[in-house]
DNA sequence: CTGCATCCCTGCGGATACTG
DNA sequence: CAGTATCCGCAGGGATGCAG
């Protein structure tokens, strides 16, 4: 590294459209997806579908619906209909997807432990950045 | 886990708005972001901006600047700025974006590991989707 | 070189209503 | 309960032009 080159050779520098990590890595890099995937490996066992809608405040049924099938497209999530009546839908996470919620669980328990740095920086930088432009009177 | 009940204590079962957590998740749950820092770990040394620029393919001066504003803002990331003609400034990560670059480098690797697993997952389901409708000719 | 401002348009995503 | 369909607002984000 730093060869003074801009130097490709990692995901994040390849090329253009279908590049196939660079898809995938905008699968996770999706807010719901975080959230879908952190709650299913938290709660470690199959979800319903209300189950699933109540326990993230905030989502709404077709952000769940859409970010399930989704997960179940890529193979993340597994999706297992209950012929019962009423219906009974219940979603887990296929092994691949159980990696994928490592994932997740790593950013959720860093978020929660840095939350308090990262909005003490942000409050600094706003506050330095009003004071610098408000302190003359015309 | 399990007991019958949702059970909150996580991050993604908190409550609504305000969670600090979540306002962090949701600042990594995000692919340009993603891109930046996983740039910046994997280079290892400051960067220009238009060398981030030029690495990273399809991310547009809007979006980059945004981006690097906003991680900036959060203390992810340094800007300095080196008063020479023409100006030249070089970003680099902070010990805190180090370790969020880290999980960048994560989710980069374990997509460019499985990339064809799931792609391949994603045209089964394409595939038996669209077999399950057009059998019938009429 | 760096980066702010403006225009503009697509598509994310929320609310609501309806089927199986 | 689970899921689809529709309407629609708004902001994410691309293109372009200008400034320090």
Redesign the interface.
Known sequence: ??TGK??PG????????VC????????????W???VM??LR????PMRFN?LR?????ITQKMLTQTLRML?????VCRTVHPTAPPQVEYELTP?GR??GE?AH???????A?????????R???NRASGELEPVSP
Chains 1, 2 share one sequence.
Do not use: C
């Open positions: 590294m730093g801009d130097d990692t995901v994040w520098a390849i090329p253009p459209e196939p990590a660079r898809t995938v890595v905008e699968v996770l890099a999706n807010k997806v975080m959230y952190g709650m938290h709660h470690g066992a189950q109540r326990s993230l405040p905030g179940e497209r890529d193979g993340l691949l990696e994928a994932i790593a950013v959720g328990e860093w978020s929660a840095h939350a308090d740095e990262i909005l003490a920086a942000r600094d930088f706003d």
